[in-house]
């Protein structure tokens, strides 16, 4: 089966400026019509974050 792969990223940027990339998300179509959604949160960014910075995305489950 055949597939296209759109990738992108979630970013967030402080009061500083700096931008920190949060996860990769990736939208597969095939060409049977059926698609999908892989999130790959990188976990080693979000944990450097504070609350006044992150506070999660609205319907997006941090806690695996």
Not at 8 to 14: F, M
Not at 41 to 58: T, W
């Amino acid at each position: 089966m055949n597939s296209i792969t759109t990738s992108g990223l979630i970013c967030i940027k402080d009061n500083l400026n700096i931008e920190y990339v949060l996860c990769k998300l990736d939208y597969i179509f095939n060409d049977d019509d059926t698609f999908k959604y892989i999130f790959t949160p990188y976990y080693d960014v979000i944990d450097l974050l504070n609350s006044d910075i992150f506070q999660g995305l609205p319907g997006l489950e941090f806690d695996f």
